[in-house]
């Protein structure tokens, strides 16, 4: 259960990476929740089944727009257009990332300006893109997805981790700014998160077993663990919440 936000129903809604994971679970949350839901992702195979796993299934079927978050030019007219099909834009979650792992030693500059740009950047330049959409609408929700890795000394992923936590930072900045113009901005730090990704790539069973035992909640988190919190930052249950962050890794010690 995600609980009920009737406000979002109707509402234009754009979740970056949306094609699989946690975005995909994302946008078939604010799908099934009535909201006009326009996704950005690389990854044409996983979106265009996507959308046709949710043909039928919801009063609006999700819009798709293919995006290379990396070209800004790109990303902002992928915002401009999806603004105009919605009819508006209530809600920008920037959930796109890609946690690859990188040595320490091995890392060169470019590698580093690679991770950052595909971990960081886009996340401002998406909330600077949606902003005037929001304002001509009188408001509006950002919710931005870092991680609770850069709290864990994870010695893997130093690019990452600092891109993740820049976006602590870029949250506070973002919700001071925009506050004045109605426009709330939130973030939400997922744990250890089992997609089908995460399992093919880093996570096996005895990592799972190994972080299970460090959480409070002795059961794997899901992706869809993160449609609920995400649902509630952008809907007016949450009106009065800005510059904030939300951990949902059932309670890791």
């Not at 799908?31 to 992702?41: E, R």
């Not at 991680?147 to 900045?173: C, D, H, Q, R, V």
């Not at 972080?211 to 909640?217: A, E, H, K, M, S």
Request: aromatic share 4%.
């Amino acid at each position: 259960m995600t609980g009920r936000y009737p406000d979002l129903a109707g509402q234009g809604v754009i979740v970056t990476g949306g094609g699989s994971g946690i975005g995909a679970a994302l946008v078939a949350g604010f799908a099934a929740a009535g909201a006009c839901v326009a996704f950005l992702d690389i990854a044409e195979v996983e979106s265009r089944t996507l959308v046709s796993e949710l043909d039928g299934t919801v009063e609006h079927l999700p819009l798709y727009i293919r995006t290379d978050l990396r070209d800004i030019a790109a990303l902002r007219m992928a915002i401009d257009t999806a603004a105009v099909a919605l009819g508006g834009i209530r809600v920008l979650v920037n959930n796109a990332a890609r946690d690859d792992r990188h040595d320490l030693d091995a890392v060169e500059p470019d590698d580093w300006d690679e991770n950052q740009t595909v971990n960081l950047r886009h996340h401002f330049f998406a909330a600077q893109a949606v902003a005037p959409h929001m304002r001509k609408g009188g408001g509006g929700a950002i919710i931005n997805y870092s991680s609770i890795a850069f709290l864990l000394n994870m010695g893997e992923l130093p690019g990452y981790a600092a891109a993740k936590a820049g976006i602590i930072g870029l949250t506070k900045s973002l919700a001071g700014r925009l506050g004045p113009d109605g426009i709330r901005v939130n973030a939400i730090l997922p744990g250890m998160v089992l997609t089908e990704r995460q399992k093919r790539l880093w996570i096996d069973d005895a990592t799972i077993a190994g972080g299970i035992d460090r959480q409070c909640l002795k059961r794997s988190l899901v992706a869809e663990d993160m449609v609920g919190p995400t649902l509630f930052l952008a809907s007016d249950a949450s009106a009065a919440i800005t510059a904030q962050t939300l951990i949902v890794d059932g309670g890791m010690l």
